[in-house]
């Protein structure tokens, strides 16, 4: 048992240090001008994915508003019984697929690219459908999940995790957030409260 552990344990350790040196900046920094001029032109950013991506997308979301960019969790195949009507055209959507292959996504993008937003892909598989029919390809690859199967998404979910993160930070940077801003949309919990004590130090 503890040698499957360390198995996994140094499987993620390996494909993560792989993602951090080979993450593509440029492609952040397409994905960062892409959400900007949405923005600029009253657009608004959207994730979703289907699976254990869709629940990344509910973090990632949440990260972005949390840290400057206002963004809105869109279920992956809701999306196609109503729910695209929240994305209006100009928006932009990231959307999350470890294969980029899978059909309920493909039925939601080519969905969202008839109603004219941009799509932001997020995937494993740079040759894959999501890829093509995206703007901009954030990859987010790795050979093995961790566990004997290698099939139940643990190292892929880790990845997205990752690249996204990367994203945010760049758009945060864009954004200039400073402590003061941060904590009107976290004044809660004690991320809010460690805020507020650096604020009242330095009266």
């Keep these: 048992m503890e040698n499957k552990l360390d198995s996994f344990l140094d499987t993620v ?3 993560i240090s792989e993602n951090i040196e080979n993450i593509n900046k440029e492609d952040l920094k397409k994905a960062v001008e892409i959400i900007l001029i949405s923005e600029k032109n009253g657009g608004r950013l959207h994730v979703t994915g289907i699976g254990k991506p869709g629940h990344v997308a509910g973090y990632v979301a949440s990260l972005f508003s949390s840290t400057g960019t206002p ?20 928006d932009v959507v990231i959307a999350i697929s470890n294969s980029g292959e899978t059909t309920e996504l493909k039925a939601t993008v080519e969905t969202l ?8 892909s997020c995937t494993g598989n740079k040759n894959s459908w999501l890829s093509k029919n995206s703007e901009v390809c954030l990859l987010a690859h790795v050979d093995k999940e ?3 199967l290698n099939k139940a998404p643990r190292a892929s979910i880790l990845s997205e995790i990752l690249v996204l993160q990367s994203l945010s930070v760049l758009l945060q940077d864009a954004k200039n957030l400073d402590l003061n801003q941060y904590v009107k949309w976290h004044p809660g919990g004690s991320l809010g409260e460690s805020i507020r004590k650096i604020q009242e130090g330095d009266k």
């Design 13 to 15: 350790k390996n494909e």
């Design 71 to 90: 963004a809105y969790e869109l279920h992956g195949t809701e999306a196609v019984h109503g729910s695209s009507g929240q994305v209006r055209p100009g």
């Design 113 to 120: 690219h008839r109603n004219g937003a941009h799509i932001i």
């Design 146 to 148: 961790g566990d004997i």
